[in-house]
């Protein structure tokens, strides 16, 4: 066990939906990372939050927004989903400065 | 900004015999090393990680790593495979010095097959 939880495990919705996935970060830790993981195209990084400040920001489409709350947990916001969204989301924390990243269970998505 | 090359992206092995996984990153400014394992269906497990101090780095599960400043290479050993280690493998590099932006690269990944 990571540390890391996200809620949900699943979830299956429908093309043009929207759907927030949820993070809590490990004690302590400040940073937190989102990442896709899909057959075709690998581990994506998405968008990396430091402190409820966005800090870096990988492949992530403008359908998708995230953010990161005083309490440090993070929410990803993927909005009019496409089938090709159907993915694995990791969330991801560290305590910055490059250290290590310990990674939750994941939210696995399908959209139909 | 850094890359990361993982050279093999499937290494089938027999049980009991010796592995390597190979990774090289592109720059040879301070770095952190970091090798993940995941498993089916699972999240990202970290296997072992270099900071500093000996390059010769244990992780579990009966892994190592070299850490060679020289050929910027970071690759991953174990004497001896079971059937369980079956599963991909990351290895993952970190700018020290980072200042702004993302500092956290993941190469594409090596799947480890161990065949009985």
């Known amino acids: 066990d990571s540390g890391v939880t996200q809620t949900p495990k699943h979830l299956i919705t429908a093309t043009g939906q929207r759907v927030t996935l949820r993070c809590s970060p490990r004690s302590g830790d400040l940073s937190v990372y989102w990442y896709q993981q899909s057959l075709d195209q690998g581990l994506q990084f998405l968008i990396q939050y430091y402190n409820g400040e966005e800090r870096a920001k990988g492949n992530i489409l403008e359908r998708f927004s995230a953010q990161q709350f005083p309490d440090l947990h993070s929410e990803l916001n993927l909005s009019s989903l496409e089938l090709g969204d159907s993915a694995l989301y990791f969330c991801a924390s560290s305590r910055g400065r490059g250290r290590e990243q310990y990674f939750g269970p994941g939210t696995r998505l399908t959209v139909t | 900004a850094q890359s990361v090359t993982q050279l093999d992206s499937q290494v089938p092995v027999f049980e009991e015999a010796p592995v390597e996984l190979r990774c090289n990153y592109s720059s040879s400014v301070s770095v952190y090393l970091f090798w993940y394992v995941q498993y089916p269906n699972q999240g990202l497990q970290l296997l072992l990680k270099?900071?500093?101090?000996?390059?010769l780095v244990k992780g579990i599960n009966g892994f190592e790593a070299e850490f060679n400043k020289s050929q910027t290479s970071f690759h991953l050993r174990k004497p001896s495979v079971h059937i369980s280690d079956t599963a991909e493998y990351f290895c993952?590099?970190?700018?020290?010095?980072?200042?702004?932006?993302?500092?956290?690269?993941f190469g594409t990944g090596t799947s480890l097959t161990v065949i009985p």
């Open positions: 270099y900071l500093s101090g000996s390059t």
């Open positions: 993952a590099v970190s700018d020290k010095d980072f200042v702004t932006g993302n500092q956290f690269y």
